[in-house]
Structure formats: structure tokens, C-alpha cells
């Protein structure tokens, strides 16, 4: 589905990670919940963020990207020093839904990963994300959760 997202300003952990590595990433969110609180938070969604690059932090050896576990903050939230904050950028993106246990989310990233937009779309330079909200339950059988991957209109 194609849909309009507004800006999102968003602050978190991150570390980085490899297409054979991804343990740096649920490490992130084992830490999360507990620093959380930490953040004046806008809402109680919650956000995967997949980032090719961030200036102010440099790749492990091995590893090709950034991950970002998050939750939206209000403009004015004091950041603590080892957190990031960035805004997700509003505008249009396809908008996959996973559904069950976080476990066999590999499948669903299958498709998301082939799936080219068509005209008059093209994939955006941007960060893709998910977005964790009350309909997930992590390695529950009915746990859902949403995937955003950025579009520009050509």
C-alpha cells in the first residue's frame, strides 16, 4: 500500500550491523525499554530505523548498515549522550504489514527487499523503518507490525 507519512522526529539507541549479524540489534532492544524513559516521548509507538549511513557514528568492520531502535520525542526532549535523534521524513511510502511472530520477519524483509515500486514511484534515499504499536507481540502468532520503505514520485 502506498501512503503518505508526515515527519516523525525520533531518538534512540544505535549500533551497526551486517547482513550475517544481527545480534547487535535485538541487544539494542533488550536496552531500550529500560532507557526509554529517559525521552520526553510524543506516543507510545516504537520504531525499527535502517540507516546506510550516520555521520556521527562509523560502521563496525563487517557491517554495511545502521539500525536505530526508537521512539517518537517531542522537539524540545534533551537527548542523553550516547542516544541519536533524527527525523524520519514525511512524504510517500509503501507500506508492507508483517504478520506473526517476529521470528519469521526474515520472510516478510524477502519481500520488501524485491518489491519495486511502480511508476510513477521510485525507492527514496532515505531511511526505512518499522513501526512497532499495540498489534505487536512479538513471537506471537497474530503480532503485527508495519515496515515503511521511502518513495519519490518520478
Request: charged fraction near 25%; aromatic fraction near 12%; include cysteine.
Amino acid at each position: 500500500e502506498i501512503v503518505e507519512r508526515k515527519d516523525t522526529l525520533v531518538a534512540g539507541l544505535v549500533d551497526s550491523f551486517g547482513v550475517h549479524d544481527k545480534a547487535n540489534i535485538f541487544e539494542l532492544w533488550d536496552k531500550f525499554p529500560e532507557r526509554v524513559s529517559e525521552l520526553k516521548v510524543a506516543d507510545t509507538n516504537t520504531y525499527g530505523v535502517v540507516m546506510m549511513h550516520l555521520p556521527t557514528h562509523e560502521l563496525k568492520l563487517g557491517h554495511d548498515k545502521f539500525y536505530m531502535a526508537a521512539a517518537p520525542v517531542e522537539p524540545e526532549s534533551e537527548l542523553p549522550p550516547d542516544m541519536v535523534q533524527l527525523t524520519l521524513a514525511g512524504g510517500p511510502y509503501a507500506k508492507f504489514t508483517h504478520h506473526g511472530p517476529l521470528s519469521q520477519f526474515e520472510k516478510t524483509l524477502v519481500e520488501v527487499c524485491s518489491w519495486q515500486p511502480e511508476a510513477p514511484y521510485m525507492m527514496r534515499h532515505a531511511p526505512m523503518y518499522e513501526m512497532y504499536d499495540q498489534r505487536f507481540k512479538f513471537e506471537e502468532a497474530d503480532s503485527v507490525f508495519d515496515v515503511y520503505i521511502p518513495l519519490e514520485k518520478i
